[in-house]
Structures are given as structure tokens and as C-alpha cells.
Nanobody, 121 residues
Framework: QVQLVESGGGLVQAGGSLRLSCAAS????????MGWYRQAPGNQRDLVAT???????NYADSVKGRFTISRDNAENTVYLQMNSLKPEDTAVYYC???????????????WGQGTQVTVSS
């Protein structure tokens, strides 16, 4: 009932930048949490950055100072600005959102299909 569509991945050289976007649509009453996770081949899916509607953000230590998460609450969209990219940032990046559905108080947790980010050395 809630779809997340990511965009903005691609191939970039080390030191470069990319901006990921994720737009949520569907029977959404409210979203209280949006975030980005990533998964490299053979690894588990790890937190990259998260943001609550109240403005609280959280970052993995490995991306602090390089990545910035931001949101457009009116558009149910979350962004991830990635600067100073490193080869170890190479992974599939997934968007996630949690909130409430219309009507009533049913909750949802949704994931996007993932977007590939490849950083060459």
C-alpha cells in the first residue's frame, strides 16, 4: 500500500558525489521515519542514515561528515547527499519509511527496490 521509489544511483570516481532520492506514495496518513540502508555483496544490510519527522538524524560512523540526509515532508521524499565517496561505499542503497496508513491508525514499514552505487578507485 506504500511504494518507495529510489533514484540517483550510478557510477562515480572516488572523491565524487551523488545524490539519492526516494519518494513515498500510496495510502499514507503520516510518515514518522525515513532512512537509507546499504548492502554490499556478501554483507548484511547496514544503516547509513535515518531521519525522524521531529528532525532527529542518525548516521553510521563510516559516513559521518560525508553524507547528509534530508527530507521534504510535504512531498514524502527523503534525500541522501553523498560527498567524498570511497570505493567502500559501493553497495545497493535501500530507502525505508515507517508511518501510518489512511484511514485509521494502521502502521506500515516499507522498503524501496534499491539503487546501485558504484565508486571506482
Amino acid at each position: 500500500q506504500v511504494q518507495l521509489v529510489e533514484s540517483g544511483g550510478g557510477l562515480v570516481q572516488a572523491g565524487g558525489s551523488l545524490r539519492l532520492s526516494c519518494a513515498a506514495s500510496g495510502s499514507i496518513s503520516s510518515i514518522n521515519f525515513m532512512g537509507w540502508y546499504r548492502q554490499a555483496p556478501g554483507n548484511q544490510r547496514d544503516l547509513v542514515a535515518t531521519s525522524t519527522t521531529g528532525g532527529i538524524t542518525n548516521y553510521a560512523d563510516s559516513v559521518k561528515g560525508r553524507f547528509t540526509i534530508s527530507r521534504d515532508n510535504a512531498e514524502n521524499t527523503v534525500y541522501l547527499q553523498m560527498n567524498s565517496l570511497k570505493p567502500e561505499d559501493t553497495a545497493v542503497y535501500y530507502c525505508t519509511a515507517r508511518g501510518a496508513l489512511v484511514p485509521g491508525t494502521r502502521r506500515f514499514t516499507s522498503w524501496g527496490q534499491g539503487t546501485q552505487v558504484t565508486v571506482s578507485s
